[in-house]
């Protein structure tokens, strides 16, 4: 039984829009219950909001375009001012009449010239006789823009008298838009994210026909086993998901396995998804690079910008600063004469240690150390003289700022203030290098 049922539309429509967007049945059957019939006056304005890759303009998209409703659509990161906006609305408008002739181009500067262009854009039959929608996505960019335009966005119904209905997506909460002086409310509608098995079901819709559906269906079982703590993005996952499938496939396609070996399929791709891991949302390397490195059975670092991310770019001294801090985190205090010193004295030889020494450092983390040992620390390694200037100590706030150093305990402390390490040692060796 279809999920789908509205009187105004046929049912073969409501199945076909049913299948081409699972798992948002329940949204999509809400929505169409605000739209009601064609020439029926819908919601003013209505603001949708979820998470990123939640399915909020692909559904509105498939929607709009299945039911063969009237409407605009303007992304609004890419017409990023008001005039733009605006503008972009009407030649849409114009585009949505064929009774309107293609007029030049006419400047739209304020919201009263809106109002009139867009009466006499709306002003066909064909217009008039059903809901016109606007859809504004990424509508977080309104705030960035002149102060009437949301709310007259919200109330645009009232303010041209015609069949209009203004649809905000959003990232963010409608909280964080209201304005102070008050606004007309608009319907909000929450998107939620997809739970790992939507993101099965979905993932799964996508397998190449020479290949069962069940086949491929076990393949995102093992991709979502591997990446759904780490990422959640429906995007991101079919980008992997066709990325890895070749590698997946290979014991298949040379015979020596077949398509219930879970196994054998498994062992052979285990290392290749971990390497995908290091790189999951940075697109480090093109997918051309990506497949020839799983052909050659490469390592990562055979490719120019893979795992880049494990190194970053630092000022001269800053590298210096987070060595000398790593070595102050990880090394006692009583080790630094023997280490950082040329003429240290005699080094008495003793198979004494305490036993909270026994255990390796690395597993023990990073333990505090005061701002002078860092700077001891810190000339004691750079070839140079290193003059304590103002310069070097803006550094150390600009580490803790990137999270590389973190401060503990707090800034009026008498004794001046303790840091700890908070990178890892294949970091520090990058940066080392």
């Avoid at 169409?32 to 998209?61: A, N, W």
């Avoid at 609004?76 to 972009?88: D, K, N, Q, W």
């Avoid at 262009?117 to 309104?142: G, H, P």
Wanted: proline share 5%; with cysteine.
């Amino acid at each position: 039984m279809p999920n789908l049922e509205h009187p105004a539309y046929p049912a073969a429509t409501l199945l076909h829009l049913e299948s081409l967007v699972p798992c948002r049945e329940s949204q999509v059957s809400m929505l169409l219950s605000i739209f009601g019939e064609r020439q029926q006056f819908s919601f003013p304005s209505i603001f949708i909001y979820g998470h990123t890759s939640s399915g909020k303009t692909y559904v509105m998209q498939t929607l709009l375009n299945t039911l063969q409703l009237p409407h605009v659509f303007v992304n609004c990161v890419e017409y990023f001012t008001s005039r733009l906006l605006l503008e972009e609305i009407l030649i849409q408008l114009q585009s949505c009449s064929s009774e309107t002739e293609q007029t030049s181009h006419v400047p739209c500067d304020t919201f009263n010239d809106f109002i009139r262009l867009f009466k006499q854009a709306v002003a066909s039959r064909e217009l008039q006789d059903q809901t016109l929608y606007i859809v504004l996505d990424r509508a977080e960019q309104l705030r960035e823009m002149e102060a009437n335009i949301l709310p007259a966005f919200l109330r645009l119904q009232e303010l041209t008298d015609r069949n209009v209905t203004v649809v905000l997506l959003s990232e963010i909460v409608w909280e964080l838009f209201r304005p102070n002086i008050g606004c007309f409310e608009p319907f909000t509608l929450y998107f939620p994210d997809y739970s790992i098995g939507h993101l099965q079901k979905i993932l799964s819709q996508n397998h190449p026909p020479e290949y069962s559906a069940d086949f491929y269906a076990a393949y995102i079982n093992i991709l979502l086993g591997v990446f759904y703590m780490v990422c959640r993005d429906l995007k991101e996952l079919q980008h992997l998901a066709a990325l890895n499938f070749s590698k997946y496939c290979e014991p298949v396609v040379r015979g020596e396995a077949n398509e219930r070996d879970t196994r054998k399929l498994w062992k052979n791709i285990e290392p290749h998804l971990k390497k995908a891991m290091q790189t999951v949302y940075l697109r480090e390397i093109s997918s051309s690079q990506w497949e020839r490195l799983q052909r050659d059975d490469g390592e990562p670092g055979q490719l120019k910008g893979l795992s880049a991310h494990t190194h970053v770019e630092l000022p001269y001294y800053s590298k210096f600063l987070l060595i000398a801090a790593y070595l102050a985190s990880y090394n006692p205090v009583r080790t630094d004469k023997r280490f950082f010193l040329k003429h240290h004295g005699k080094i008495r030889k003793t198979n004494f240690m305490k036993k909270h020494e026994k255990t390796s450092n690395h597993l023990l983390g990073p333990k505090p150390f005061p701002l002078d040992r860092l700077l001891a620390i810190l000339y004691s390694i750079v070839d140079n003289r290193v003059a304590p200037t103002a310069n070097i100590f803006s550094q150390i706030t600009s580490l803790v700022t990137l999270q590389l150093l973190s401060m503990v305990g707090h800034n009026d402390q008498l004794d001046g203030p303790r840091y700890k390490c908070t990178v890892s040692l294949d970091f520090i060796r990058a940066v080392a290098r």
